[in-house]
């Protein structure tokens, strides 16, 4: 049971490149999150995924685009890598949101330098 | 808009010594709150998750205590060790949203 799988574990893009962060999980759970950490700042909700086809956006989703083909996947698009994205993202998962008691798992982290 | 702050930013406190976190939100209409523990260039883990009806939890070493009214939760780590080391962010959701707004964390640096 691998749980919450990231890749790349670390990426170098230049300014106006394009590239997709994968993630997948193994846990069966419906729904699934990306977010974003800055240095010295708390995590923030880029978008979510609340099953298979359905995506919506989060706190702050500009510059980004999401998937959701299956139940496994959710894969995060930067389609013009700009230096504001420098940043480390996480993907979490659950299996619903809001259960009495339910947490987010999540992801080992994918480090991103856009230079 | 939730606020999540935390206070200090970072700690650093010899081996043996009892740890004392602090967290505050702006909207006490939460559903639950949540501690998780992050190591350098890992992912997050929750370890203390406090439904909004509830005053505390209690895991092992880790208690942690919420008042809604006031806005505040503190996590207590009893006997700190050098593996206790490591970022301990807050997480508060609103009503039965699954969405958590994140507090920045604490550094914790537990010195043998």
């Known amino acids: 049971n691998a749980g919450v799988t990231q890749t790349p574990k670390f990426r170098i893009l230049k300014i106006g490149q394009s590239m997709t962060l994968q993630c997948a999980q193994d846990?069966?759970?419906?729904?699934m999150y990306w977010y974003r950490q800055d240095p010295g700042m708390g995590l923030k909700l880029i978008y979510y995924s609340v099953g298979a086809g359905i995506t919506d956006k989060g706190e702050v989703p500009n510059g980004y685009n999401v998937s959701r083909s299956t139940t496994e996947d959710f894969p995060l698009r930067l389609e013009l890598a700009a230096p504001s994205q420098t940043s480390v993202y996480f993907c979490a998962s659950s299996y619903r949101g809001g259960l009495v008691g339910e947490t987010q798992y999540f992801g080992p982290g994918t480090r991103l330098l856009v230079l | 808009k939730q606020e999540v702050t935390q206070i200090p930013a970072a700690l650093s406190v010899p081996e043996g010594e009892n740890l004392v976190l602090n967290c505050s939100f702006t909207?006490?209409?939460?559903?639950?709150l949540q501690w998780f523990r992050q190591d350098p260039g890992k992912g997050l883990t929750s370890l203390l998750l406090i439904q909004s009806s509830q005053r505390e939890q209690t895991s092992g070493r880790l208690n942690a205590s919420l008042d809604k009214s006031s806005g505040r939760s503190t996590l207590y780590i009893a006997a700190s060790q050098p593996g206790d080391s490591a970022t301990y962010l807050c997480a508060v959701s609103i009503a039965n949203d699954y969405k958590l707004s994140f507090g920045a964390g604490t550094t914790v640096t537990v010195r043998a």
């Open positions: 846990m069966n759970h419906n729904y």
């Open positions: 909207d006490s209409a939460i559903y639950n």
